[in-house]
C-alpha cells in the first residue's frame, strides 16, 4: 500500500484560495466591523510594485486661526494655506514552512498521513492568528507612541488599580468605555468596536451585558456591548501587577487600517508562490518528509501613523516585537483623526 503524501491531499492551485477564505471567526468580526480597509487604488498598485515601503501623502486640514475684519486700508489680507505631509507604510512579506518525517505518520497511525493531513487542516487557522497578532501588536505600538510622546491622550488609565480587591469603578463599564471615547475628543463617535481580553469579555457575560446582533450579510452573531461590536481574543495585552494583572482594551473606528493581505500565486516548480509542496526522499535514512510552504505579502498600517523604524531584524517583514514598539511610530493625522483608543481595567 502505497504512503499517503501531501500532494495527495491538496492541490496548490486550489489550495492557495483556500486558505485566504478558510478565515477564523473572530477574525472574520474584524473584517465585518469594517476596522481593515482597502487604500485608495493608486496606494494598492504601489503594493504590488517595487520597494518596501509605500510613501502615502495626504493634504493636511485647513488652520484654525480666527478670520481678521475688513477696513479701509491699503493692507492686503495675508493668505493662508494648505500643507501637505506624507506617511510611511511597510509592506511585509511572511513565509511558514511544515515538515514531518513520514515515519512519525507511520508510528502515529501506521498509514503516513496524520501529520501532514492536520497541517494541511490548520495552515489557515494559523496565518488567522498571524493577523490577530498583527493587529493587536499594531494596536499596542500606536498607544506606547501615544504614552512616550504624546502625554498619554490615547489611552485611558483611570479605572484600573494595582489592588488586591477591584470594584466597580475599577472595571469595564460604559463610563470608563466613554472615557477611552473622549480621548478622541469629537471624534469619539468614530469609535465603533472594543477589542478585549477574554477575561474581560467573561465579566459582560457574567454581568449579562453582552447583546448579540445578526448582520444580515454575514453567517454569524456579532456579541455588542454598549451598541459597539466585541471582539475577544485571549492575546489581548495583560501585564501582571503586585496584587491585580492590568487589561488593556482597544476601540477601533471603521477604517483604523489599510490593509492589504496578498496570496502570491505566480507558478514554481511545486506549485505557486503561495502554496508550495516539497518532498525529500532521502531524509530520515530513507523515510522521507513532506513539506509544506506557505507565503503571504501584507499591507496592515494604523491610518494616521508613519512606520519610522530603521533597524528592522528583517528587512523584508516587520515582526510582532518591532510592530508593538512605540519608536517604531510617529502620529502624522491629528489626535482625533486616528482611530485608535485604549483604556485599561481589572477584572
Known sequence: MA??????????????????????????MLYESGILAAPTEEISSRFNAGGRKIEVPFWEDLDRTEPIG??????????????ADDMTAYKSKMGKYWK?????????????????ERIAERAGAYW?????????????????????????????AGAYADIAAPTAANRISPQVVNRSRLTAEDAL????????????YATLMDAEKIEWIKPSDAPFRVPTYIGMQVIWSKYFPVAAGTNSPKYTCFLFGRGAFMHID?????PTQYGNEGTEIVRDAITGRGGGADGLMTRRFELLHPNGMSWTRASMANANYASWAELQDGASWTRKYDRENIKLAAFDVNV
Open 3 to 28: 504512503d499517503t503524501r501531501i500532494a495527495d491531499l491538496i492541490d496548490p492551485r486550489t489550495f492557495t484560495p483556500y486558505i485566504a477564505e478558510n478565515r477564523h471567526e473572530k477574525l472574520a
Open 262 to 266: 496578498e496570496v502570491p500565486t505566480a
Open 189 to 200: 463617535e468614530d469609535m465603533t468596536a472594543i477589542g478585549m481580553h477574554t477575561h474581560v
Open 100 to 116: 514531518s518525517k513520514s515515519v512519525a505518520g507511520w508510528v502515529a497511525n501506521g498509514k503516513g498521513s496524520s501529520p501532514m
Open 70 to 83: 475688513p477696513d479701509d486700508s491699503d493692507t492686503d489680507i495675508e493668505a493662508s494655506k494648505v500643507t
Open 128 to 156: 488567522s492568528f498571524n493577523k490577530e497578532q498583527r493587529i493587536i501588536k499594531t494596536a499596542q505600538g500606536v498607544i506606547a507612541d501615544s504614552v512616550a510622546n504624546h502625554g498619554g491622550d490615547m489611552l485611558y
